[in-house]
């Protein structure tokens, strides 16, 4: 890497809690920062892929307030939370009284985000980067906030996850109402009105909800 992470990442954020998950401490970007909005030739200057893990986005935080609201969904049980980010999902299930959990990324430096976040939080997070889209989770629930931005990747994932939740595992996903989230084989499990930033929406306020994969 170009850039030492944690330096960056320590330089370029502040700790604070996300405002519908005040229980959990992570490090953000500021709209003073305007890490976002820095250009592509720029983050490519400092070795940097665009910085999904350096803010709390409105699925995450819907997700992680339901897991936190709910701890006997994943309490005792093997929780993989895919796509993680800052690791804001991944920590309010290890706080919710999971027995493991893994949050899974294919951008390294959400690997020294998560680990970071997790110490602010003193809570044990497993990391892994590898490309899991299709294979078998050893988990027994798999979380993914804010997952349906995109269409090639939502067509990857609509059938990973409904072929996981066929083999018995529990997959949960906070959509704010993304483009290329399916239209059916969902279960609505709660909906939540999360505050975002307009730097990065188009409202200061996401209606979030919490889905549930149907088997395929």
């Not at 349906?148 to 066929?166: G, I, N, Q, T």
């Not at 188009?202 to 549930?212: G, I």
Request: with cysteine.
């Amino acid at each position: 890497m170009k850039t030492d992470p944690e330096t960056f990442i320590r330089a370029n954020t502040d700790v604070m809690a996300p405002p519908h998950v005040p229980e959990i401490r992570l490090h953000l970007a500021t709209e003073a920062h305007d890490l976002w909005l820095k250009t592509e030739e720029e983050l490519e200057e400092i070795g940097l892929p665009p910085p999904f893990w350096a803010f709390a986005w409105a699925g995450g935080q819907g997700l992680a307030r339901f897991v936190l609201d709910n701890p006997d969904i994943v309490a005792g049980r093997r929780v993989v939370d895919f796509a993680s980010g800052s690791g804001l999902v991944a920590i309010a299930a290890a706080q919710a009284g999971a027995a493991s959990v893994l949050a899974v990324d294919i951008d390294p430096w959400a690997a020294c985000a998560v680990r970071l976040n997790a110490m602010e939080n003193d809570v044990t997070i497993g990391f892994s980067g590898g490309d899991l889209i299709g294979l078998p989770v050893d988990a027994d629930i798999l979380l993914a906030g804010d997952v349906f931005y995109d269409r090639e990747l939502a067509s990857k994932l609509v059938p990973w996850f409904s072929e996981l939740a066929s083999g018995g595992t529990v997959v949960l996903v906070g959509d704010p109402g993304r483009a290329y989230l399916p239209k059916d084989g969902l279960t609505f499990q709660a909906t939540y009105q999360v505050p975002v930033t307009r730097a990065l929406e188009d409202s200061e306020v996401k209606k979030t909800t919490v889905w549930r994969f149907q088997p395929a």
